[in-house]
């Protein structure tokens, strides 16, 4: 008989784990005895584990776990030789509801909004489609020309939605479908980096507190949510450390889950032993009413503005580049800056590298034009 689980997402500790349904003092499933959750449903595969969202209710699970061991039984007895295309015929929608209820069990917030996003746009261009069994290669190819011409998205964006439409085509039975399809050319475009004269610019008009807040995205290199989630307890002011930790009661977890400790500058370090603090609120750079902030973007914009800087330039992204740019050009190896900056793979570290621009003075010392007569 095929093995199929029946797990349930709950807070263990400080962690969400996926764990088994409790049994009674019968031998029978306590479906009460877990707090509220998402229900998933696992099973092993050649060798592999694989799992689809349960729903929210023990009925939904239970249906979700019968239809499952059924294909799985099929399959085993050679009955059904195409049992692994079952899901293929469901509706379109709830084939993308079911999709993403796995995507937020297991992904990210972020990624969730991401994959909502692209797989929205999938819907509304297949709207006249009952299922994906109906989609081919030339669909795909409409798609992509779809949208570039109706969005207006760039060709990174056009690669990086068709990779997300494959990974769900690929849990509905239709793996390799994008295979044959004419992806776009990638654009390696260069990292941007703030200039000297634009800091300096874009710090003399800032208020105190706006410095030490934008200097820690410049010597930190950390994304947007990580400092709104900076609490004092991650910042060691005697090691001049400041971490980047998982926060699972306010639904704040790193990228890829995996939490680290830079190293900063004294100069930061300074900053912010100086920076008010407004107890009982945690956060180094909290919101006027204590909780977190969410609009630093719109603060990094109106300091530009007062400078007057270029607003569309300045955004949270760039002073991520900025140091990562930085700190290679000075002489920290790859492999460093990566854990600094949280990175997956050095290739992604690499693409930082920007070429130095502020090299007119070495270029004048090169005595090249002499030799060649040209007066300089």
Known sequence: ???????????????????????????????????????????????????????????DALEVARRRKHTLEARRLGLDPHADEEVSKLPMHVAVKRYLDVVEGLKKPNTLRKYKAVLDRFLDFFADRTSVKSITSDDLNEFMVHLKRKHKLD?????????????????????????????????????????????????????????????????????????????????NFSLATVKVTVKPELGFSP??????????????????????????????????????????????????????????????KTFRSSYATRMLRAGFDVRTVQHWMGHKSLETTMRYLAPAKDVHDKLDSVQIARALGISV
């Open 1 to 59: 008989m095929a093995r199929v689980n029946i797990l349930k997402q709950v807070k263990v500790g400080d962690r969400w784990k996926l764990v088994s349904i409790p049994h009674d003092k019968h031998g029978r499933q306590d479906w009460k005895a877990l707090p509220e959750g998402r229900y998933f449903v696992e099973w092993w595969e050649r060798g592999k584990r694989k799992r689809e969202a349960g729903g929210s209710t023990a009925t």
């Open 155 to 235: 060709n990174n964006s056009v690669i990086h939605n068709t990779v997300i439409v494959a990974q769900f085509l690929k849990k509905q039975g239709r793996p390799g479908l994008t295979r044959n399809i004419d992806l776009p050319e990638r654009i390696a475009s260069l990292p941007v980096e703030y200039s000297d004269d634009e800091l300096k610019r874009f710090f003399d008009a800032c208020t105190p507190e706006e410095r030490t807040l934008f200097t820690t995205f410049l010597l930190t290199g950390f994304r947007e949510m990580e400092v709104v989630h900076l609490a004092w307890s991650d910042i």
């Open 255 to 316: 990228k890829r889950w995996e939490e680290r400790e830079v190293p900063v500058p004294k100069q930061l370090i300074a900053l912010l032993s100086e920076h008010p603090r407004k107890p009982p609120c945690r956060f180094v750079f909290p919101s006027p009413a204590g909780n977190r902030e969410y609009n630093l973007l719109k603060r990094c914009k109106a300091i530009a503005r007062r400078a007057k800087l270029d607003e569309e330039k300045f955004n949270l």
